[in-house]
Structures are given as structure tokens and as C-alpha cells.
């Protein structure tokens, strides 16, 4: 069981590699993602500590272990797994005919080489990209509200507010690397 797991992972990660990507297509929203949410969780954790100790009156330790936990569970749940369930549902549109199909790939983010749809894909990825970024602010006030109920916190500032302008903040730090990124691409 433990072997067809990492099998499955290995499968992924070669998919998702920028060469086989690039060479045959795949799916933007999972590339951008694990690029930039990979890449860019030092700056993630480390915009939103900084948030977080200037809103949030606890010590140092409690404020990383706090920021450090929403920010991975977030990365696995909403930066990975709903983009994967959209991936998905992308390629299996690849499997339809006509035009139907095509879209539905596009919607799933699937970009090909002369692929008819692949602007279409690219406005989808920027529509995830801020989908996911509200379902990541309430996610992680959750993890924040649930923590804090546990150690009997009294907070000043609601963990919604905090998240949302935390990740305001760090996400728009993302969206000018996806930015530059795109660029570099087209």
C-alpha cells in the first residue's frame, strides 16, 4: 500500500514538472501553485508572523507555531488539494469531444501546445487564484479560532480580520511573483 503511494506522489511530481508541462501540457493552476506556494512559504509565514505579533498579543513561539500550522494545512487543503479536484475535472474534459471538451480543460486550468482554449485557462488560473485565496482566509481563521479556544485566548481582533489582512498581504506579495512568472513565460 505504502509503495502505490509513493508511486501515485512520484506520478504527480513528474507530471507537474515544468518540462513534461511545458512539452505535452498539464494544468497552470497546479504548476503556479506548487511553484509559488512552495517557493514562497518563507514569505508567506514570515509576512503573516509579522501580522500576526503586531495584532495578535502572544510570545514569539505561540505566533510561529500559530502562523507556521495554518499556513501548511492551508497549502495541503486549499493550495493543492481543491486545485487538484479542478485539475481533475479538467482533464477528464480532455477525454470529451468538440468544444465541450476543450473548455472543460480550460476550466480545469489545462493548458496544450496550440491548444484552442489555453486563454481561456489562463483567466481561469487568475479566477482560482482568488477563489482559493478567500477560501484560505476563512480556512485558516478556523485554525486560528480552534487554537486559540483551546489554549482559552481572549483575542482583540477577530481571526477572521487578521487572516484577511495577513494573507492581503502575503498573497499579493503571490500574485506579483505569478506576475513575474507569466511574463517570463509568454
Partial sequence: MKSKRILLVTFFIFLLSPTYV???GGPLLLLFNSSVFIIGQLWI??????????FINVSKKEAFVDVFKANILSTIAIAFGLPLIVVIAGLFGSFLPGKIGGILSAIGTWVYENGQYNKLAVYMSFF???LLF????YFEAWIYKRRWSRRGFVYSVY???LCWYANAVSHTGLFVAILAIWHELI
Fill in 22 to 24: 511545458w512539452a505535452g
Fill in 128 to 130: 482560482w487564484f482568488v
Fill in 134 to 137: 478567500v477560501v484560505t482566509v
Fill in 45 to 54: 509565514v514570515g509576512v503573516e508572523f509579522l501580522i500576526y505579533r503586531r
Fill in 159 to 161: 481571526p477572521t480580520t
